[in-house]
């Protein structure tokens, strides 16, 4: 070893410990925000359970095929109804997703332009001021291939990275 390598050694070898300790650091940090702020840990509900999540019991989920007036001849409407029992403070939710468990994985948005009449005791959504039991009821149009089994996912930014996927199996 020179003269400038042993003099610098301590200095050096310093540099080869904190350089990858602060990129692992600032990595964990940006991955641990990422992870805080988006639905990454699914609590699964089998057909027929509850289970509690954001202070609220949500469950049993059920479905069905179903037919409504304005759906196109090639694909069909499953009619999903997620049970709320709210807690305190009630639940707000993000919005329902329903996802294929099997086969190309796909997913759909619910749908409210299928013909169903209108009825104002229908929820559709996570009522965050309900203090009462009630029942989300969604329409999904899925193509005549999609049998199931689906999942109906959704989360609450409280209870995040966790998330609600209840199976369903029409």
Same mark, same amino acid.
């Given at each position: 070893?020179?003269g400038?390598?042993? $003099?610098?050694?301590? *200095?050096?070898?310093?540099?080869?410990v904190?350089?990858?300790a602060? *990129?692992?650091?600032?990595s964990?940090?940006?991955?641990a925000g990422i992870?805080?702020g988006?639905?990454?840990e699914?609590? &699964? =509900?089998?057909?027929? %359970?509850s #289970?509690?999540y954001?202070d609220?019991h949500?469950?049993?989920v059920?479905? %069905?095929?179903t037919?409504?007036p304005?759906?196109?001849?090639?694909?069909? #409407?499953?009619?999903?109804? =997620?049970?709320i029992? @709210?807690?305190?403070? @009630?639940?707000?939710? &993000? *919005?329902f #997703?329903?996802r294929?468990?099997?086969? *190309?994985?796909? %997913?759909?948005?619910?749908r409210d332009?299928l013909?169903r009449e209108?009825d104002?005791?229908r929820?559709?959504f996570?009522d965050?001021e309900a203090?009462?039991p009630? %029942?989300?009821e969604?329409?999904y149009? #899925?193509?005549?291939?999609?049998?199931g089994p689906f999942t109906?996912? !959704?989360?609450?930014?409280g209870?995040?990275?966790? !998330?609600v $996927?209840?199976?369903v199996?029409?």
């Open positions: 070893m020179t400038w390598w042993r $003099s610098n050694a301590i *200095a050096l070898g310093a540099l080869a904190l350089i990858p602060a *990129a692992l650091t600032m964990w940090n940006e991955w992870r805080q988006s639905a990454t699914p609590i &699964s =509900v089998a057909p027929g %359970e #289970v509690r954001a609220a949500v469950g049993p059920s479905a %069905e095929f037919e409504l304005l759906a196109p001849q090639d694909a069909r #409407v499953l009619a999903v109804t =997620v049970q029992d @709210p807690g305190d403070p @009630p639940i707000a939710c &993000s *919005a #997703v329903l294929e468990v099997d086969g *190309a994985m796909r %997913e759909w948005t619910p332009d013909g209108w104002s005791d929820w559709t996570c965050d203090t009462a009630y %029942e989300v969604l329409d149009l #899925v193509p005549e291939d999609a049998s109906v996912e !959704f989360g609450s930014a209870s995040y990275p966790e !998330f $996927s209840a199976v199996a029409p």
